[in-house]
């Protein structure tokens, strides 16, 4: 294998720290050459992280963005949204790589700038929709078959680590990122409404999509919630998909045609429905396998920066992805203002 590519981390929160813990794991792949954060709260946990968890080496702090990028080929941008589009700019323009978390960007005008700014560069810029590369999605993925409605509700204890963004770019993106993923089509009709509980920003959400296709999605997230939920369900024809995505399990269930006559299992769940062939209820659970889904997305940054693989989500899915949850969010403004 050739030698590893050099990345660096911006931003070293919750989020970030959890970066700097998978690149441990890569480093046959990435020479993790340090992380910058102005925060020395921040610079002090990882110090504390690193030792607790024996890491060897300490990551380097850096004591500026600009001094980390020059020693870096590629950066993981993991600080608040609203510095996304600055400090992506500026990897850019020095010829480094990017891996920016989701949401890419606070508005459509910045990401589509990134895509100007990237294609000058001539480099790779991946969006971290981690829930991808999630192995229980993984494991279901190979059974999608265009499917035509997606059920989707992502729940969340309160933490105010997320509040700076509201829920739909904070928890909802990732679902509306595996709905323009699955489904065919393009979305052509938004519905959507939402409530603000704890603050002023809307904590709870539901939206509908409708795609050119027929295709729907229905997608809830909450951040209110008192039992944590990551679920999926994926409906097409003749088979139901349901995929856990927090405790990484998936169930498939198909309908297959009985021949008139044939025996049938007495164990075995039949549908017999007038005017048609019946079928059987066949239930598989696919091997959902161990891996680390931030650990599997930075391979596959590392692949593309590479020149061996098209990075699996472009900047351009990540500009789909907040365009549609910027409408969803002006469909909730629009519900939440009161009519004279």
Known sequence: MSSPLRIGVLGAGHLGRVHLRCLQSLSDRWELVGFHDP??????????????EAWGTPPVPFASVASLLDAADAVAIVTPTASHAGLAERALKK??????????TTT????????????????VVQVGHVERFNPAFEAARAHLEAPRFIEAHRLAP?????????????????????????????VVRVAA??????????????????????????????????????????????????????????????????????AR????MYLDVPGRTARRLHIEAPEVGETNAIAEELTDFHAACKGRAHCRVSLEDGLSALRVATEVMQRIEHSLTPTS
């Open 39 to 52: 925060d020395p709260a921040a610079v002090e946990a990882v110090a504390q992280l690193a030792t607790k």
């Open 95 to 104: 010829g480094v790589h990017c891996f920016i978390e989701k949401p890419v």
């Open 108 to 123: 459509l005008a910045e990401a589509e700038a990134l895509i100007h700014q990237r294609d000058a560069a001539s480099r």
């Open 158 to 186: 309160f933490n105010p680590r997320g509040l700076d963004v509201p829920v739909v770019l904070d928890l909802m993106i990732h679902d509306i990122d595996l709905a323009l993923y699955a489904l065919e089509g393009d």
């Open 193 to 262: 409404n939402g409530v603000p509980v704890v603050g002023s920003s809307v904590d709870i959400a539901n939206a509908r999509l409708e795609f050119s296709s027929g295709a729907v999605a229905n997608l809830t997230a909450s951040r209110v919630s008192i039992t944590p939920m990551r679920k999926v369900r994926l409906f097409q024809p003749d088979a139901y998909l349901s995929v856990d995505l927090l405790n990484r399990s998936a169930q498939v269930i198909r309908l297959e045609d009985v021949d008139e006559g044939s």
């Open 265 to 268: 299992d007495p164990y075995g």
